[in-house]
């Protein structure tokens, strides 16, 4: 099922982000945009999120087949 499925890979984009980089990018200095690097990697990986989420779902098929059935139920 997943071999047909790839885009969710994409939903591992938002675990890799907070948790596999957590322990890399806990620190306070530099300061990028007046926050410490922590705090905008937080930021950061909290924006970025969203758009790993919509990739997947735009990419899947069986998201894709149910969106086309929805809009032929709708005419």
């Not at 596999?20 to 930021?43: D, H, I, K, Q, T």
């Not at 924006?47 to 894709?64: G, V």
Request: charged content about 25%.
């Amino acid at each position: 099922m997943l071999k047909e499925r790839k885009s969710l890979w994409w939903l591992m984009g938002p675990v890799l982000l907070y948790l596999v980089a957590l322990p890399l990018y806990n620190r306070v200095e530099p300061v990028v945009l007046g926050l410490p690097f922590f705090m905008f990697w937080m930021l950061l990986a909290t924006l970025l999120t969203p758009a790993c989420i919509w990739l997947a779902a735009r990419k899947d098929p069986l998201w894709r087949a149910d969106r086309n059935h929805e809009r032929r139920d709708a005419e």
